[in-house]
């Protein structure tokens, strides 16, 4: 197995730990950035406040364990997300979106945790027209059995296959498991990994280390066990023949793609965002996000 440790940032209110993109692997499967962030409580007044910014050649996926995020983006769309709920939001050929904690949870003080993922756009398909697709925790299919609840998030695991738009072959489920219990992980993606996000587990045996991802071995089936009260994060799907690059917001499978990308936001060509175009995050010198571009 390939351990990734993540790199941790402090926002202030909230800490995110970032395992994907890394020096030593860009991506598992479909997935080119796995963010952590929380376990935090705003306090009365506070909340989350990323202004608007652009994306192109990816999708998001944003899943909370706790908390309430409102989405906004350039197609006029507005969204609350909520735990076990996904926001998957396709940038494609550009699409710009803020993300806020909501008006009431402001009102009250509220926790915050979850994953932000971004899954890169396969070869030919980078500049899909942009696109906002939110499914409601209800319509993801969920596995309970003798202690463990999985839910399929993206992709058929189990037997199960959830109704989440795919552009590329993906998998990845939220598992809760009680201390003691088991599930296998199956071996049919090409690419696969694990995050503990709480608690600890182990695999075949092999204790895991709570934030890191483990990029598992391909095509061997393993056994993850719960060594306390967890959750952990299965995430993967079909390897990219085509190399991608990652420059802040950013990603493409071409350097120049990207460049362009720089000079459109820079020089305000992007589309706004109804609602919430009063700010933007402008464009850094050096972006905390980056690969080889």
Not at 226 to 244: H, I, N, Q, W, Y
Request: proline share 8%.
């Amino acid at each position: 197995m390939q351990i990734i440790t993540p790199v941790t940032h402090d926002l202030g209110e909230f800490q995110v730990r970032r395992t994907l993109p890394a020096k030593a692997r860009t991506m598992v499967g479909p997935f080119i950035f796995v963010d952590q962030f929380g376990p935090a409580h705003f306090d009365i007044g506070g909340g989350m406040d990323v202004r608007p910014h652009p994306h192109i050649n990816l999708s998001t996926v944003t899943y909370l364990f706790e908390g309430a995020i409102g989405h906004r983006d350039s197609l006029g769309t507005y969204a609350t997300i909520r735990p076990g709920a996904l926001n998957l939001m396709t940038a494609g050929k550009g699409i710009v979106h803020s993300e806020r904690t909501p008006a009431e949870e402001r009102a009250s003080g509220s926790p915050i945790s979850g994953m932000q993922t971004w899954l890169a756009l396969p070869d030919g398909k980078e500049e899909l027209d942009p696109a906002f697709e939110h499914v409601a925790a209800a319509d993801l299919p969920q596995i309970e059995d003798n202690g463990v609840t999985a839910r399929v998030i993206m992709g058929s695991l189990w037997g199960r296959t959830a109704p989440t738009t795919q552009h590329a072959e993906t998998i990845y489920a939220d598992i809760v498991m009680r201390a003691g219990t088991t599930i296998s992980i199956d071996a049919e993606a090409d690419e696969r990994g694990v995050l503990v996000a709480v608690g600890s587990a182990s695999l075949d045996g092999q204790p895991l280390e709570t934030h890191s991802l483990y990029v598992l071995e391909p095509g061997v089936p393993m056994m993850l066990r719960a060594e306390s009260d967890c959750r952990v994060m299965l995430l993967g799907g079909e390897a990219f023949k085509t190399p991608r690059h990652v420059w802040w917001n950013f990603v493409s499978s071409s350097r120049e793609r990207i460049h362009q990308a720089k000079e459109d936001w820079r020089a305000g060509r992007f589309p706004i965002v109804p609602g919430d175009d009063a700010e933007f995050i402008p464009i850094p010198d050096v972006p905390l996000t980056r690969s080889d571009v």
